[in-house]
């Protein structure tokens, strides 16, 4: 009895439910009724569409995000005219992906000296390529081991004899002007400071400010301006015109100057004893005021 039978047919097997059965149906929640896409479709991984921290605002915007053309506009303006949700829950989605990986932004300067936001979707945070990205501009200068380049000085400006706050003032809106004559005059602010002296100087000789912007835009040359306050501030210093003569041809001593005061009506410095309006002012009132 105890011989052993290799002929002896295996004991059938119990059958494994989820190998050789289909799935049961369940008895409650989701039913998926899915077909297989073959186009216009996106992969999206379990850990961005289960996310647990992520809200259910940010998971659908990395979703769409990850499913658009490379190059599409997927800033906060863009998205908000897209989208129902305004553009502070929009943005407070966009800080949830970056913060949890799936978003990089980051600012860099393109050749024409223009700052824009880069954003790129990653849809597996911590793959390998994403330790390959160069760092950006803004990363290298947040270092504290690097120091900007010494800055170059400009050249010197005339001074105006009176520094009064309202020429000076004046003097900044005729160069913040200069940039709609010509885009390659935009000025730092820095560099406005500097240059205001020298546009005071002229204009304390009696010359209009649209007569300064005429002088420090015309003929300029026809290749690209490296350091446009050089260029304004030899202009200013070159061509200065001479302070004006004397109206009265038979004064022996020079006429006092008056102090410079704001015009009551167009906000114009001009020279006068005592505050009131200009020469232009004065001429359009009626007769008798």
């Given at each position: 009895?105890?011989?052993?039978?290799?002929?002896a047919?295996?004991?059938?097997?119990?059958?494994?439910?989820?190998?050789?059965?289909?799935?049961?149906?369940?008895?409650?929640?989701?039913?998926?009724?899915?077909?297989?896409?073959?186009?216009?479709?996106?992969?999206?991984?379990?850990?961005?569409?289960?996310?647990?921290?992520?809200?259910?605002?940010a998971?659908?915007?990395?979703?769409y995000?990850?499913?658009?053309?490379?190059?599409?506009?997927?800033?906060?303006?863009?998205?908000?005219c897209?989208?129902?949700?305004?553009?502070?829950?929009?943005?407070?989605?966009?800080?949830?992906?970056?913060?949890?990986?799936?978003?990089?932004?980051?600012?860099?300067?393109?050749?024409?000296?223009?700052?824009?936001?880069?954003?790129?979707?990653?849809?597996?945070?911590?793959?390998?390529?994403?330790s390959?990205?160069p760092?950006?501009?803004?990363?290298?200068?947040?270092?504290?081991?690097?120091?900007?380049?010494?800055?170059?000085?400009?050249?010197?400006?005339?001074?105006?004899s009176?520094?009064a706050?309202a020429?000076?003032?004046?003097?900044?809106?005729?160069?913040?002007?200069?940039?709609?004559?010509?885009?390659?005059?935009?000025?730092?602010?820095?560099?406005?400071?500097?240059l205001?002296?020298?546009?005071?100087?002229?204009?304390?000789?009696?010359?209009?400010?649209?007569?300064?912007?005429?002088a420090?835009?015309?003929?300029l040359?026809?290749?690209?301006?490296?350091?446009?306050?050089?260029?304004?501030?030899?202009?200013?210093?070159?061509?200065?015109?001479?302070l004006?003569?004397?109206?009265?041809?038979?004064?022996?001593?020079?006429?006092?100057?008056?102090?410079?005061?704001?015009?009551?009506?167009c906000?114009?410095?001009?020279?006068?004893?005592?505050?009131?309006?200009?020469?232009?002012?004065?001429?359009?009132l009626?007769?008798?005021?």
């Open positions: 009895m105890d011989t052993e039978n290799p002929s047919p295996s004991p059938a097997q119990s059958r494994i439910p989820g190998k050789n059965h289909p799935p049961a149906r369940p008895h409650s929640g989701v039913v998926h009724d899915n077909a297989r896409h073959t186009e216009n479709f996106v992969v999206i991984g379990n850990h961005l569409a289960q996310h647990p921290e992520l809200s259910l605002l998971i659908g915007l990395a979703t995000i990850q499913s658009v053309r490379p190059g599409t506009a997927v800033d906060i303006k863009t998205l908000a897209r989208f129902p949700e305004g553009p502070t829950r929009i943005a407070s989605a966009l800080n949830e992906l970056e913060t949890h990986g799936y978003l990089r932004r980051t600012r860099e300067r393109t050749s024409t000296g223009r700052i824009v936001t880069r954003t790129v979707s990653c849809n597996k945070p911590g793959h390998g390529s994403a390959a990205e760092r950006t501009t803004t990363t290298r200068r947040a270092a504290p081991t690097d120091k900007p380049p010494p800055r170059k000085h400009l050249p010197a400006v005339p001074q105006p009176i520094g706050p020429l000076l003032q004046t003097a900044l809106d005729v160069l913040a002007g200069l940039r709609r004559r010509d885009p390659r005059l935009l000025l730092s602010a820095t560099d406005a400071e500097h205001a002296p020298g546009v005071a100087a002229w204009l304390e000789r009696d010359i209009a400010p649209t007569a300064v912007r005429h420090l835009t015309e003929n040359p026809n290749e690209p301006l490296i350091r446009p306050a050089a260029f304004l501030a030899h202009r200013l210093a070159a061509q200065l015109p001479p004006p003569a004397f109206r009265s041809p038979t004064a022996t001593a020079p006429e006092p100057r008056h102090p410079f005061q704001t015009c009551d009506g906000d114009r410095p001009f020279r006068a004893p005592t505050p009131g309006r200009c020469r232009d002012c004065r001429s359009h009626p007769e008798g005021t």
